[in-house]
């Protein structure tokens, strides 16, 4: 909706797709968005949901996606981009290695076009197109592709006697934490946006906005630490644990504390050529 409707006047938006819809000049004057660095939810849906492999793959780990055919379901949305910055930062596996397929229909994609101008090398195609009317589910369950992470809606892909999940409890965790050790960066999804017909009318909207959303994170962490002795046994050696890996404050708002991870996803659409000029 936020695409085709322009509906809102305050809400969370891919950050992938907002690099693009401001690269592409008709897109860029007809949304006219304001970027507030609150950042509402880690890009880590492709761990989250799991990925599914077909048992046949060869597929053991993330190492094994080299020279492998994997299913999507959106190439160009925020997750998949940092899926790929943890293949090529982890692994040293680029989005050239892999034979990517599509998995969302054109009635649910969020960013048609979006990969009109991919960079060389990069192979990339529609599930449908692989076999007519084709899913990702469909797609893995015959072994047609190798791995895919499904979204629960228009791409869901689901475990059964051909298809597992790749990971196992505390996998996810660990490597996210491996990619925070190495680049400083936790992965980031959406950017809170307004319109700035709004800030415009309203010169202090923005500056309000920043300051009432950070305030509801701290106490969305109060109330968490505050409810965790109902659901934990030792809740404050949790809460360490997860603070040595990813810091006191998971979600940083600003841009100070998330320059480098916007300079990183920047770059990597920038590179897939999803994007034309570096933002």
């Given amino acids: 909706r936020h695409l085709k409707d322009d509906a809102f006047d305050v809400f969370e938006f891919s950050l ?3 690099l693009i819809t401001r690269d592409r000049p008709q ?15 880690k890009a880590t849906m492709w761990l989250r949901l799991n990925i599914y492999v077909h048992v ?40 050239q290695d892999i034979d990517w397929v599509n998995g969302r229909p054109a009635s649910h994609t969020h960013g048609e076009g979006a990969t009109d101008y991919l960079a060389p090398a ?21 072994g047609e592709i190798d791995a895919a992470y499904g ?17 196992g409890p505390g996998d996810a965790t660990a490597i996210i934490g491996e990619f925070r050790a190495k680049t400083g960066i936790t992965p980031v999804n959406h950017v809170l946006i307004v319109q700035e017909r709004l800030v415009e009318q309203y010169p202090d909207l923005a500056i309000k906005l920043f300051h009432a959303f950070e305030q509801s994170k701290q106490e969305a962490y109060r109330r968490a630490r505050q409810a965790a002795g109902g659901y934990l046994l030792f809740p404050h050696d949790d809460f ?38 570096l933002p």
Wanted: hydrophobic residues 45%.
């Fill in 122 to 142: 990069i192979r990339l195609v529609l599930a449908r197109d692989v076999t007519r009317i084709a899913t990702l589910n469909d797609l893995l369950q015959r």
């Fill in 56 to 95: 046949n793959s060869g597929i053991r780990r993330l190492a094994d996606f080299k020279g492998k055919r994997i299913g999507v379901p959106d190439y160009q949305m925020t997750a998949a981009v940092w899926m790929r910055i943890v293949l090529r930062q982890l692994y040293g596996i680029t989005p």
């Fill in 240 to 277: 360490a644990r997860v603070a040595a890996l990813f810091g006191e404050d998971p979600y940083p708002s600003g841009l100070a504390a998330n320059r480098l991870m916007l300079k990183m996803a920047a770059e990597e659409v920038y590179a897939e050529g999803l994007v034309r000029k």
């Fill in 16 to 18: 992938s797709n907002l």
């Fill in 27 to 41: 897109q860029r004057q007809r949304l006219r968005w304001l970027a507030i660095p609150i950042f509402l939810s």
């Fill in 151 to 167: 979204d629960n809606d228009s791409a869901a892909v689901e475990p059964s006697a051909s298809v597992r999940p790749l990971f």
